[in-house]
């Protein structure tokens, strides 16, 4: 099991920035990508950006040069630096992990609101 608490979200005005965090504990040796996914109002959950355990990484084509995931393995921890924030960057933002075993695991969520 791996348990994720995510931190940092909050209301920004656009242009504005943000910086999420997502610890996890638990059975942490067995992580292998940890990344960022989105869920606006009426919308289906998206990818926002994934890093594995390397240090490779993915993103969504709405949210690059905007958007930047790192990875402090040492603290088991995986942030996603928000810059340039658009009114369409709101969405409940869900931190994921999936372990060597494919298995996936999701924080509770954190709401990001960006007002114009």
């Known amino acids: 099991q791996v348990h994720l608490v995510e931190s940092g979200g909050g209301l920004v005005q656009a242009g504005g920035s943000l910086r999420l965090s997502c610890a996890a504990s638990?059975?942490?040796?067995?992580?292998?990508?940890m990344g960022w996914y989105r869920q606006a109002p009426g919308k289906q959950r998206e990818l926002v950006a994934t890093v594995t355990r390397g240090g490779y990484t993915n993103y969504a084509d709405s949210v690059k040069g905007r958007f930047t995931i790192s990875r402090d393995n040492a603290k088991n921890t995986v942030y996603l630096q928000m810059n340039s924030l658009k009114r369409e960057d709101t969405a409940v933002y869900y931190c994921?992990?999936?372990?060597?075993?494919?298995?996936?695991?999701w924080g509770q969520g954190t709401q990001v609101t960006v007002s114009s």
């Open positions: 638990g059975s942490i040796y067995t992580i292998n990508t």
């Open positions: 994921n992990t999936v372990t060597a075993r494919d298995y996936s695991y």
